[in-house]
């Protein structure tokens, strides 16, 4: 079955850095896009960033453009993000997510998400 094992989130001060991972099983890595959201206290989940499976096109929410890189390991089935200058408005849980075809519909898998706390 799918899964998706994120690892990497911790405590970490202002403008520090912190590259989560997440280890995909279960399913073709190389051949899906990829994607982190995150979930801060009292806020919906959000889309963070996102990459194609192939060719490495990225996308990213404007709050983390500049700061934050996602890239992937088609060879370790595993998507990384990593988050520089961090912000405490970046605290939040982190979610690893694949949008994948199961019969005639696409459904969303999600890992166990990974707790991000920016703070002095």
Known sequence: QVQLVESGGGLVQPGGSLRLSCAASGFTFSRYAMRWY????GKERELVAGITSV????NY????KGRFT??????KNTVYLQMNSLKP???AVYYCNANLPAWLQLV?????????????
């Open 61 to 64: 929410a404007d709050s983390v």
């Open 55 to 58: 060719g490495g096109r990225t």
């Open 70 to 75: 996602i890239s992937r390991d088609n060879a």
């Open 108 to 120: 969303d898998y999600w890992g166990q998400g990974t707790q991000v706390t920016v703070s002095s």
């Open 89 to 91: 408005e970046d605290t």
């Open 38 to 41: 995150r979930q801060a206290p």
